[in-house]
């Protein structure tokens, strides 16, 4: 996960990321949209005050079992209707904060005076967005997810991968054997 680089939204207050440079459009963790007001990175690091030292202090107190609120753009169903769905037409409804437990959460900081990336080994149902938005919120500047890379999911990891190339290399006879047995 990399924790993007933080600007503050004009009018509403809420902390967004830009995807078009220092004005313009953005789009935060949630969905929401705002305008991005211009500033230097140098203001913007002493406006957020995140380095590396408050961000190391701060994750202690996301790990272990923590109660998350899932986001509106998700699939969970309230009604028999999907959080996203609904969010798409304009509509938020109350949603139930749900036990998940991080087991382990560590930051490095990025080339950006505001990125880092974190590594979360974490149980299913936690929402990487929500936490680096909650994280950012204890910060007191906001946080949304850059990128998300799974590394791991049960049995599976990337050491333990193969690339579409490598198996098209093998023989058709070899490729059984990357198989692995689902009992």
């Known amino acids: 996960v990399t924790l993007r680089g933080l600007f503050v939204a004009a009018g509403v207050g809420a902390i967004c990321y830009t995807r078009t440079g220092p004005t313009g459009e953005v789009i935060g963790c949630t969905g929401e949209c705002g305008v991005c007001t211009?500033?230097?990175?140098?203001?913007?690091?002493?406006?957020?005050?995140?380095?590396?030292?408050?961000v190391e202090a701060i994750l202690p107190s996301f790990c272990g079992e923590i109660m998350q609120i899932p986001p509106m753009y998700s699939a969970?169903?309230?009604?028999?209707?999907?959080?996203?769905?609904?969010?798409?037409?304009?509509?938020?409804?109350?949603?139930?904060?749900?036990?998940?437990?991080?087991?382990?959460?560590?930051?490095k900081k990025c080339e950006l005076p505001t990125d880092y990336t974190l590594t979360v080994c974490c149980s299913s149902g936690t929402y990487i967005r929500t936490l680096c938005a909650d994280i950012g919120n204890a910060l007191g500047c906001g946080g949304a997810m850059a990128?998300?890379?799974r590394t791991l999911a049960g049995s599976f990891s990337l050491e333990n991968s193969h690339t579409i190339e490598e198996i098209e290399a093998l023989d058709a006879i070899d490729r059984p054997s990357l198989l692995v047995p689902i009992e």
């Not at 211009?38 to 408050?54: D, F, R, S, Y």
């Not at 009604?79 to 087991?103: F, M, Y």
Request: hydrophobic share 35%; proline share 2%.
């Open 76 to 107: 969970l169903k309230v009604g028999g209707k999907k959080l996203c769905d609904l969010a798409r037409n304009g509509e938020t409804v109350e949603r139930q904060a749900r036990s998940i437990t991080i087991h382990s959460i560590d930051a």
């Open 147 to 149: 990128t998300l890379r």
């Open 38 to 54: 211009a500033m230097t990175a140098a203001g913007l690091t002493e406006m957020l005050g995140g380095t590396p030292e408050q």
